[in-house]
């Protein structure tokens, strides 16, 4: 990963206004955990392209992983303004879960799902959100139907999800 940062840090002194080297090497920083490195990257990413959904993606999980959620959040809406509905939605609806806002969560997760119906991570954590705000039946019927694509959950994810499912049963 250094290697690549050298390498997009001299094409960035070659052009300075070089978008795709700056967003590349804010993936860079942000995959070694240099979120504030990657920060400014995706910084003078936007700058350079206000219209790059990608930069205000990785731009919103840097902020989620700095506790600046509200900033999160809003480059997450950003990104469903430009036109990016799958990747918006699915980034707000990850950030909305993480702090513990479930309903907005749901409400994103619904309308990522209807863009892509057999998510399993979707499905999974909507179900997750649910099972937090004490809809069961919608909770149980979301991790059943994600549970049939297991195999594209992280096994994290898929843990929790089993476990969720046999207290669920256990009712």
Request: aromatic share 10%; glycine share 4%.
């Given at each position: 990963?250094?290697?690549?940062?050298?390498?997009?840090?001299?094409?960035?002194?070659?052009?300075?206004?070089?978008?795709?080297?700056?967003?590349?090497?804010?993936?860079?920083?942000?995959?070694?955990?240099?979120?504030?490195?990657?920060?400014?990257?995706?910084?003078?990413?936007?700058?350079?392209?206000?219209?790059?959904?990608?930069?205000?993606?990785?731009?919103?999980?840097?902020?989620?992983?700095?506790?600046?959620?509200?900033?999160?959040?809003?480059?997450?809406?950003?990104?469903?303004?430009?036109?990016?509905?799958?990747?918006?939605?699915?980034?707000?609806?990850?950030?909305?879960?993480?702090?513990?806002?479930?309903?907005?969560?749901?409400?994103?997760?619904?309308?990522?799902?209807?863009?892509?119906?057999?998510?399993?991570?979707?499905?999974?954590?909507?179900?997750?959100?649910?099972?937090?705000?004490?809809?069961?039946?919608?909770?149980?019927?979301?991790?059943?139907?994600?549970?049939?694509?297991?195999?594209?959950?992280?096994?994290?994810?898929?843990?929790?999800?089993?476990?969720?499912l046999t207290q669920l049963e256990?009712?």
């Amino acid at each position: 990963m250094l290697e690549a940062i050298k390498d997009f840090t001299h094409v960035i002194k070659e052009c300075k206004e070089h978008e795709v080297a700056y967003y590349n090497r804010c993936i860079a920083y942000f995959a070694i955990k240099e979120f504030d490195l990657a920060l400014l990257d995706a910084n003078k990413s936007i700058e350079i392209d206000p219209k790059n959904c990608s930069s205000y993606t990785y731009r919103s999980y840097i902020y989620l992983l700095k506790q600046e959620n509200q900033l999160a959040v809003n480059d997450a809406s950003r990104v469903i303004e430009l036109g990016c509905q799958k990747d918006g939605f699915n980034n707000r609806a990850l950030i909305y879960q993480e702090i513990g806002n479930f309903s907005a969560a749901i409400s994103d997760w619904t309308k990522y799902i209807n863009l892509v119906p057999k998510d399993a991570n979707a499905l999974c954590s909507r179900g997750l959100c649910y099972k937090k705000v004490g809809d069961i039946a919608l909770a149980y019927a979301d991790l059943k139907m994600g549970m049939k694509n297991k195999n594209e959950l992280s096994v994290a994810l898929r843990v929790e999800v089993e476990e969720t499912l046999t207290q669920l049963e256990g009712r």
